[in-house]
């Protein structure tokens, strides 16, 4: 048990490291600017349709359970309400954070474990390149950019299959479900999803970096070191919820 807590205390300090040592290597602009764009593609642009068919469920099912609790309760354009406010601020950025820890935790572990124990990271050191800027902070950034657009488009797709389902399978009418909707919206709730999802989204890079730098030689361990990867991005991403809801609600 102690060595356990032991472990656990090493590898936060290695992330508090490594957190230090990648914002210190956002100062080497022209190591990582270059790289900006094309990580922003592939972290980004490529993983907008896992997001989109998540948000179109994501809206189906809450229209479809809302309609379950409020029948005989509350006013039934309520329906509106609760997805909307469902969506923009818990469902719509965890369940699209959750996913791109997937997608996006592993990929950056994979390629940074592969590129750790075919020594290109050395290479990079021996070119006299920062592996950090060079590796690392293109890929944080990119994520931290780029996992709001995204929940900004899960949430827009989420709340219109709600719609689209409560007005063609719960016989609300389109001016009933926006009047649930404008009912208890506060602009507060698009910001405090996108601000949480900007922190998933640089939790998620950083971990696949960690991992992916950590990398043992060989295929297993590059795989281990993916699957850790996935893990932590998705405890960091509940971890940072609770601190958001703690913090700004």
């Avoid at 290597?25 to 600017?33: E, K, Y």
């Avoid at 994979?110 to 050191?125: H, R």
């Avoid at 949480?196 to 998620?204: E, I, L, N, P, Q």
Wanted: hydrophobic letters at 55%.
């Amino acid at each position: 048990m102690a060595s356990r807590v032991h472990a656990r205390d090493g590898f936060v300090a290695h992330v508090g490291r490594t957190t230090l040592e990648t914002a210190r290597a956002l100062a080497d602009v022209r190591t990582w600017s270059p790289l900006l764009v094309a990580q922003m593609r592939r972290l980004g642009v490529d993983s907008v349709p896992i997001a989109l068919f998540i948000a179109v469920f994501t809206g189906i099912v809450l229209s479809l359970l809302s309609s379950y609790i409020f029948t005989g309760a509350v006013p039934f354009y309520f329906v509106g309400a609760l997805v909307g406010k469902t969506v923009m601020m818990e469902l719509g950025p965890v369940l699209t954070g959750m996913a791109l820890a997937g997608r996006v935790g592993a990929s950056i572990a994979a390629e940074l474990g592969t590129m750790k124990v075919t020594e290109q990271v050395d290479a990079l050191e021996t070119l006299a390149y920062n592996p950090r800027a060079y590796l690392v902070v293109p890929r944080v950034l990119a994520a931290t950019l780029m996992f709001p657009v995204i929940t900004a488009f899960a949430m827009a797709v989420g709340v219109t299959s709600g719609w689209i389902t409560s007005v063609n399978l719960l016989d609300l009418s389109t001016p009933e479900f926006f009047k649930g909707l404008r009912l208890f919206y506060r602009f507060k709730d698009i910001w405090f999803g996108l601000v949480k999802s900007a922190s998933f989204g640089a939790a998620v890079a950083l971990m696949g970096c960690v991992r992916g730098l950590d990398a043992k030689s060989g295929a297993e361990g590059v795989g281990q070191s993916t699957t850790r990867a996935v893990v932590l991005g998705c405890e960091a991403i509940l971890v940072l919820d609770a601190f958001w809801a703690l913090v700004l609600l």
